[in-house]
Nanobody
Framework: QVQLVESGGGLVQAGGSLRLSCAASGRSFSSYSMGWFRQAPGKEREFVTA????????YYADSVKGRFTISRDNAKSTVYLQIDSLKPEDTAVYYCAAAAAGWSLGRIEAYNYWGQGTQVTVSS
C-alpha cells in the first residue's frame, strides 16, 4: 500500500509559479513510477506529467511542456511538480498517482494509488 498526500496548491495570478509536492508513505516508494494528473470542473481527468522510478525518464503532456517540471526525491519519498508561467486554463485539482508498472504512464489505468488532490486556481 502507498498513501499519497498532495500539498502546495493555492490561488495565484497568471504568470506566477507554484510548486506542488506529493508525499508518499508506505512501502517501496522508489520502485513506483509517479505521475501528476489534473481535473478541471466539468472535464475529465487528464495526464500532465510522469517520472520513472529512478527519475531518469520524464514525460509531459504537450500542453505543459516547457512550463511544468516533474522531479522526485526518493530519499524523502516525495515527488514535486514545479509549475511556471501559470495560465487560467491550468486551473484544476491536481492529483499525484503511483504506478507499479513503468509503461503507459499517460493512462489513468496504469496507476495503482492516488492522492486526494490539491486545488490550483489561476486568476487572470
Amino acid at each position: 500500500q502507498v498513501q499519497l498526500v498532495e500539498s502546495g496548491g493555492g490561488l495565484v495570478q497568471a504568470g506566477g509559479s507554484l510548486r506542488l509536492s506529493c508525499a508518499a508513505s508506505g512501502r517501496s516508494f522508489s520502485s513506483y513510477s509517479m505521475g501528476w494528473f489534473r481535473q478541471a470542473p466539468g472535464k475529465e481527468r487528464e495526464f500532465v506529467t510522469a517520472i520513472s522510478w529512478s527519475g531518469g525518464r520524464t514525460y509531459y503532456a504537450d500542453s505543459v511542456k516547457g512550463r511544468f517540471t516533474i522531479s522526485r526525491d526518493n530519499a524523502k519519498s516525495t515527488v514535486y511538480l514545479q509549475i511556471d508561467s501559470l495560465k487560467p486554463e491550468d486551473t484544476a485539482v491536481y492529483y499525484c498517482a503511483a504506478a507499479a508498472a513503468g509503461w503507459s504512464l499517460g493512462r489513468i489505468e496504469a496507476y495503482n494509488y492516488w492522492g486526494q488532490g490539491t486545488q490550483v486556481t489561476v486568476s487572470s
